[in-house]
């Protein structure tokens, strides 16, 4: 476990592909992972898809939990993604907004016409880093923090991430080209602005 930055009310660190975010008996996870450090048990205030790594925060107490959720609420904690798309935008940047469903029985999202309940406003602007042949990656900021939001408006638009069979993708590559690049926030207690950020690894 690659450890950034660790105090006594928060710890960054890169999530590993194949864990999920938050804690489960059954599965491995980085809530078990964490606590193997000496002083460590983190509450999670953000998520990543189990197949998408990248650096994450954690809090280690319930005060700091509280305050980086509401930042995450009030849209001050930024979150930028590195993205692989299958295709070309027509833009070198822009912004997608959608409204979103997820179906839980199915664990997928869907992009929908109309507001009805379950149905969320989503929301993310993105610029074009480089080209290569069929492939494009793209830098994506989340205005929201919707389930597979990333994953469900490219691919709506017939740009699945590559890797990512379950939203349309028909390559073979053996993980989803989505990676947490970085993260920026205010620290609960002492108010400093905060960034931490990891090269992708894809």
């Known amino acids: 476990m690659e450890i950034l930055y660790k105090d006594n009310e928060l710890l960054v660190c890169i999530k590993e592909r194949g864990l999920l975010s938050q804690y489960d008996e059954k599965k491995p996870n980085m809530i078990s992972c964490l606590r193997e ?44 993604y590195l993205a692989l798309l299958h295709g070309i935008p027509d833009k070198k940047e822009g912004l997608l907004e959608d409204l979103l469903y997820f179906d839980k ?6 992009t929908v016409k109309k507001e009805r309940r379950g149905v969320k406003r989503a929301v993310l602007s993105y610029t074009v880093v480089e080209s290569c042949g069929e492939n494009t990656l793209v830098r994506v900021k989340l205005h929201t923090g919707r389930t597979h939001q990333i994953r469900v408006q ?9 890797g990512d069979r379950r939203y349309g993708a028909r390559d073979e590559a053996p993980f989803i080209h989505l990676w947490s690049e970085r993260i920026e926030f205010t620290h609960p207690v002492t ?8 090269q992708r690894d894809f």
Do not use: C, T
């Not at 490219?154 to 590559?162: D, H, T, Y």
């Not at 108010?191 to 990891?198: A, D, P, T």
């Open 105 to 110: 029985g199915k664990n997928k999202s869907f």
């Open 191 to 198: 108010g400093k602005r905060m960034k931490f950020e990891k």
């Open 37 to 80: 450090i000496p002083g460590s048990e983190p509450y999670p205030v953000h998520r990543l898809d189990r197949e998408v790594g990248g650096v994450m925060v954690y809090a280690l107490n319930e005060k700091s939990a509280a305050a980086l959720s509401q930042q995450i609420a009030d849209r001050s904690f930024d979150k930028q």
């Open 154 to 162: 490219f691919a709506s638009r017939k740009m699945p991430l590559v």
